[in-house]
């Protein structure tokens, strides 16, 4: 089984590729965000940051300036 944290398997289109965009919408099933988020790529990224969301309904990451709305 591919490791999800390795460059190899990072191409393989099943990851989310992190810090790749830098606005993403989630959903309250994504809560307690955090970045980087479940399916992305870990290998080229920072450590993992829990981003208060729920209050504004928009958090941006302090690591990789992405920024993250809450679209329901």
């Known amino acids: 089984m ?3 944290d390795t460059a190899s ?3 393989d289109g099943s990851l989310i590729p ?3 965009e830098n606005r993403y919408e989630v959903s309250r099933a994504d809560l ?3 970045c980087p988020m479940d399916g992305m790529s870990l ?3 920072h450590p993992r ?3 208060p969301i729920e209050a504004t309904g928009k ?4 690591y990789c300036g992405a920024d993250y ?3 329901d």
Do not use: E, F, I
């Open 2 to 4: 591919p490791n999800p």
């Open 9 to 11: 398997s990072a191409g």
């Open 18 to 20: 992190s810090n790749a």
């Open 32 to 34: 307690p965000l955090h």
């Open 43 to 45: 290998w080229n990224s």
């Open 49 to 51: 940051v829990y981003l």
């Open 59 to 62: 958090a941006k990451c302090p």
């Open 69 to 71: 709305t809450l679209k």
